[in-house]
């Protein structure tokens, strides 16, 4: 099992999409699976910000990965991981038991800059994990958080994931530059009870 994380534009797409091509030359069947964001179905791609791409099919949940891998198919990747339920954790672990190389993609972290969803324990079962940096657009250092920004500002702690009518931007930001308005002092330590 193999990790792609980081920020956005932190090159995730472009580094699964190295992978899936070079199993391609390799003469490996591949599929790869994104999360299915509205009512498009059929064959999709998955693309970089960079422009390079590659085929991919568009699923509505975890269980549709196994489902819809084929028998012939021994490379796995999964774009986009962090949007997935929590079953995505179980599904990756079968593939590898059955046999498949499994390369996730997805952030590490939300824009508030906590772990997101099944992300951090993929992470723990992983045998590769590479943690990729952006360029912080503020300051130039090592872009590791995703700053929201709603209507021109920051988006607060508490903005709801999607903002009817608002306009939403997201940026590459180091820590220091990252700004969560309204962010409880240690939210993380509280969530775990210590
Ligand atoms: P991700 O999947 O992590 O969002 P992509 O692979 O889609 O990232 O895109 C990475 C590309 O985005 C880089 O190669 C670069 O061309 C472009 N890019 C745009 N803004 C930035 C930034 N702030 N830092 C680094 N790369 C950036
Ligand atoms: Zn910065």
Not at 168 to 184: G, I, L, M, N, W
Request: charged share 25%.
């Amino acid at each position: 099992m193999e990790l792609v994380v980081g920020g956005m534009f932190s090159g995730k797409s472009e580094e699964l999409i190295r992978r899936v091509k070079r199993s391609v030359i390799a003469r490996r069947a591949v599929q790869v699976f994104k999360p299915a964001i509205d009512d498009r179905y059929g064959v999709e791609v998955v693309r970089s910000h960079d422009g390079d791409s590659f085929v991919a099919v568009p699923v509505r949940s975890s269980a549709e990965i196994l489902a819809r891998c084929q028998p012939e198919t021994s490379v796995v990747a999964i774009d986009e991981v962090q949007f997935f339920d929590p079953g995505v954790v179980d599904v990756c672990r079968t593939l590898v038991q059955r046999g498949r190389r499994v390369i996730c993609a997805g952030l590490d972290l939300d824009f508030r800059g906590e772990p997101f969803g099944p992300v951090p324990a993929l992470l723990a079962l992983a045998e590769r994990v590479d943690k990729l940096q952006a360029i912080c657009v503020v300051c130039g250092e090592a872009g590791t958080r995703t700053q929201r920004i709603v209507n021109g500002v920051p988006a607060y702690y508490e903005d709801p994931v999607i903002m009817i009518g608002a306009q939403e931007t997201y940026e590459a930001r180091c820590r220091t530059c990252h700004q969560v308005p309204r962010r409880a002092a240690a939210p993380l330590a509280a969530k775990a009870g210590a």
